[in-house]
C-alpha cells in the first residue's frame, strides 16, 4: 500500500484529491445507475434492462483491448482462464444482476442497495479468509456484526412495510414476495463477492478490461438471449423505443462509475476507495423514499446508517494490522 495514498500532507494532496474526486464520481456513477434501473423495474423486462446496463462497458472494454491488440500487448488469456471468466459472469449476471434488478421491483431503491452492499462486504471478509488467506481482525469482526445487524433491521422495515412499497403492475402485494425481494437482494451481495474474488484472481495477469469484457459480455449476449425470448423483436423494439433514456442511462452511469473507480485507485488505496463508493448506500436511501415515494421508517434510517458504518469499520482493517 501507497503511504502517500493513506497520508495527506501538502505534497501528495493533488494524488489524495484526485482520488478522492474520482472516488465520489464513481459512487455518483453507481448511485445513478441505480436509479435508472429502479425506474425500469416497473415496467421493463428484468433481462433486457440487465443486458442493456452491461452493454455499454462492453463496447469500450473491447475498444480499449483492440487498441492494446493493435501494440502488440497480450490481452487475451488462455483456455482454463476465460472458461473460468465466462462461468464467473454467467454467475454474476444471472445470480446477480437478474436477481438485483428484479428485487428492485419488489421491495424498492431504497432497501435493495443497502441490503446487497452489506451482504457483498460480509461475504467479501469470509470469501478472503478462506479463498485468499486474508487474515480477519478483531475490527473486521466487529464491522461484520453491525452488518449483521444493518440487514436485520432493513429486513424487517421490509416485512412492516411491503403493502406500501411501490411495485410494477404484474406483482401483487404479500409478506412471501417481499421476503423473497429481501432473500434476493442479499444473494445478490454473495453474488458480487464471489465474482470480486474471482476478478481480483484473474486481474493478478490480465488487464482489467478483459474481465470486464467477458464479464460484461455474458450479460449482452446471454441476458440479451433470454430478454430475446421472453419479448421477442418487437417486444424489444418497444421496450427499447419506450424506456431509451433509463436503458442507456443505466449503461452509460455504469462505465461511469466503473472506470471512475479504476482512475480512483490509481491515486488512493482500496480502503479509502470501497469507504468513498459507500455514498451511493446514502444516495440510493434517499432518492428511494423521495423520489421514488418508498416508505421510510426507523428501522430504514438505522439500518442504512449502520451498514455504512459498519463499511467504514470493515475496510479500516487495514491500520489494524
Known sequence: MDPAADNFDLQHAPHWVAGTLWGLLSALGYALTNIFLRRLSVDTDPAWASCMKSLPTFLVAAVILARAAGKGQTVWPGARAAWW??????????????????????????????????????????????????????RMLAAMGLLLLSIALLSASAADDSHQLPRSSSLEAS??????????????????????????????????????????????????????????????????????????????????????????????????????NSAQIAIAATCGVLWFGEPSDAALVAGVALTIVGLVAMQYRGHAN
Open 175 to 276: 409478506p412471501w414476495l417481499t421476503t423473497l425481494g429481501v432473500v434476493g437482494a442479499c444473494s445478490t451481495g454473495i453474488s458480487y463477492a464471489l465474482v470480486a474474488v474471482a476478478v481480483r484472481l484473474a486481474t493478478r495477469r490480465l488487464p482489467v478490461s478483459t474481465t470486464a469484457l467477458i464479464i460484461c459480455g455474458t450479460g449482452v449476449f446471454a441476458l440479451g438471449g433470454v430478454a430475446l425470448l421472453r419479448l421477442g423483436m418487437s417486444g424489444i423494439a418497444a421496450s427499447f423505443a419506450a424506456r431509451w433514456p433509463q436503458l442507456v442511462g443505466a449503461g452509460a452511469f455504469n462505465v461511469v462509475g466503473f472506470f471512475s473507480l479504476g482512475f480512483c485507485l490509481r491515486y488512493i488505496s482500496v480502503v479509502h476507495a470501497n469507504v468513498l
Open 85 to 138: 471468466l465466462l462461468a464467473t459472469g454467467l454467475m454474476v449476471q444471472f445470480s446477480g444482476n437478474l436477481v438485483f434488478q428484479w428485487a428492485l421491483g419488489v421491495i424498492g431503491l431504497a432497501l435493495s442497495v443497502p441490503l446487497s452492499f452489506g451482504t457483498m462486504i460480509v461475504a467479501s471478509g469470509l470469501l478472503g479468509r478462506l479463498w485468499l488467506r486474508e487474515p480477519i481482525t478483531p
